[in-house]
């Protein structure tokens, strides 16, 4: 039973760890790329909290939209960045994995 329990803490704590690696992630490009930090004002500006609870998925999917943009328009001129954001999904897929 102890050991159940600490798997199961470990699991928690390896997938915080990587749920905060992703923000921070996030959160560099943000502060980096003009375009994203435009886009993501947007979007959460002027809201109340019922209405950024219900609109979370469309938003999510709508930052990840303007990400995915922004790194097809910057991707040759930022080859560096690019490459580490495409290591940092990878290294989080796997650790979600195991």
Known sequence: M???ARR???AFGDTLISVIALGAL???FILVND???DQVSLRFSGRTASMEF???GRRAGDIAGVVMQAL???GLEHGPILIFA???VVLVIFMLRT
């Open 2 to 4: 102890a050991q159940g």
């Open 8 to 10: 199961l803490r470990r």
């Open 26 to 28: 996030l959160g560099t």
């Open 35 to 37: 375009q994203v930090r």
């Open 54 to 56: 219900h609109d979370a």
């Open 72 to 74: 097809r328009d910057r």
């Open 86 to 88: 495409l290591a940092a």
